[in-house]
């Protein structure tokens, strides 16, 4: 099977082209490179003693795509590209909307016009918005109370691929509702480069670790939680690319939608315990006020993905830190 990863050197991405590499898939990467490096080439070469074909597309970019899938021959392609900075997306809202919506309809575009009929598409828990549950399932309402332009492309690119499948009935699309991805590729080569989001906690967390923040702002402990920190379901990005494996294996005509997650939550300060345990060193931190938009507790219920996939994480916020710590060793041992 021939499959294209839009996005492909990106975290998520790069972590899934190692896994499908490994087994044998005939996998070629695009991307702007807007957000990741062309060294990941040579680091997924390390890993898997392939060096998988790479083509700097922008997906805005209408006669590039359609060249891309005129040559390309693919059966699927797994859409990971997009921009995915919350803070951002409520400053540059176009930006966003242009980029992720504007670029899926393009590559949509591509696909029908060279035959591609499968797509799995990286979404977000943001499109459950404001829920009274915290065990999300995938048939709870999506759409609504969504705080930022990010969140809603991801909703509104889930509405296309739901209109697409109704008009074209041998269309497959598979969303995969990505809850919290953390963690590193084992080896230390692949990882999310801190510099990309500043807002997310865990590269907010390696910054600190690094020297380059002085400390964390925990944002709120006052919320009805084990310890009054923030709760989230963190997922190691390996677990993730495997969810993506499984995914693969069973596509079928209409649109699946699957939450990736572990089904566990943890708190921002079990986050920074365990950090600490794994590197053997203090991260400084200061409790601040609650983010607006924030809740206080979000997890996925994962029986689906089990169920249907057979698919189930199996790695912890311990492998995780353990990960993330060896990355950042091998990756930025200058400024450690
Ligand atoms: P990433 O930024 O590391 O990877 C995304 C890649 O897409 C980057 O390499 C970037 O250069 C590329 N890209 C962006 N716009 C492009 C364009 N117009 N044309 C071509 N390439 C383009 O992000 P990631 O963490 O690997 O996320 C992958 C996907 O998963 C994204 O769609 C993201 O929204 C989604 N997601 C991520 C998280 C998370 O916390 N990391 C959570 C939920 C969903
Ligand atoms: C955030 C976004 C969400 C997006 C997701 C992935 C908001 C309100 N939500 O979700 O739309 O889909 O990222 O990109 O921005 N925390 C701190 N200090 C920090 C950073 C975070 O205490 O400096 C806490 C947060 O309050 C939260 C937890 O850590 O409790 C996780 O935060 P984060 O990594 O931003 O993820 P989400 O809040 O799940």
């Known amino acids: 099977m021939r499959i294209l990863l839009t996005g492909g050197t990106g975290y998520i991405g790069s972590h899934t082209a190692v896994e499908l590499l490994k087994l044998g898939y005939d996998v070629e990467l695009m991307d702007n490179l807007f957000n990741s490096k062309?060294?990941?080439?040579?680091?997924?070469?390390?890993?898997?003693?392939?060096?998988?074909?790479?083509h700097k597309i922008d997906l805005l970019d209408k006669v590039g795509m359609d060249e891309l899938f005129k040559n390309g021959r693919y059966d699927l392609v797994i859409h990971f590209a997009g921009l995915k900075a919350v803070g951002e997306s409520v400053k540059k809202p176009l930006k966003y909307y242009?980029?992720?919506?504007?670029?899926?309809?393009?590559?949509?575009?591509?696909?029908?016009?060279y035959g591609v009929k499968k797509i799995i598409f990286s979404s977000s828990a943001t499109v459950y918005g404001e829920q009274g549950v915290a065990?999300?399932?995938?048939?709870?309402?999506?759409?609504?109370?969504?705080?930022?332009?990010?969140?809603?492309?991801?909703?509104?690119?889930?509405?296309?691929l739901k209109d697409v499948a109704e008009a074209e009935p041998e269309f497959e699309a598979t969303i995969l509702r990505y809850f919290n991805p953390v963690g590193a590729h084992e080896s230390g080569l692949l990882g999310e480069d801190p510099n990309d989001i500043p807002n997310n906690l865990m590269p907010i967390i390696m910054k600190v670790a690094i020297g380059e923040i002085s400390e964390l702002s925990v944002y709120g402990n006052d919320y009805d939680t084990v310890?009054?920190?923030?709760?989230?379901?963190?997922?190691?990005?390996?677990?993730?690319?495997?969810?993506?494996?499984?995914?693969?294996?069973?596509?079928?005509?209409?649109?699946?939608?699957?939450?990736?997650?572990?089904?566990?939550?943890?708190?921002?300060?079990?986050?920074?315990?365990a950090f600490e345990k794994e590197s053997g060193k203090k991260l400084p931190y200061k409790i601040a006020e609650r983010r607006p938009g924030d809740l206080a507790i979000i997890y996925a219920n994962p029986a689906k993905a089990l169920n249907e996939l057979g698919w189930e994480t199996k790695l912890t916020i311990e492998d995780a830190m353990r990960d993330t710590i060896n990355y950042l060793d091998k990756k930025f041992k200058t400024r450690a």
């Open 98 to 113: 242009e980029n992720n919506v504007g670029g899926t309809i393009n590559l949509l575009e591509s696909m029908k016009k």
């Open 227 to 273: 310890d009054g920190t923030g709760m989230r379901d963190y997922i190691h990005v390996v677990d993730l690319a495997m969810g993506h494996v499984a995914a693969i294996d069973h596509m079928k005509p209409g649109v699946s939608v699957y939450n990736l997650g572990t089904g566990r939550a943890t708190s921002v300060l079990e986050m920074v315990a």
């Open 38 to 54: 062309i060294t990941v080439l040579d680091d997924i070469e390390k890993i898997t003693g392939v060096r998988p074909a790479f």
């Open 135 to 160: 065990g999300l399932t995938e048939e709870m309402q999506t759409g609504v109370g969504i705080t930022n332009p990010y969140g809603e492309t991801k909703h509104i690119i889930e509405e296309i």
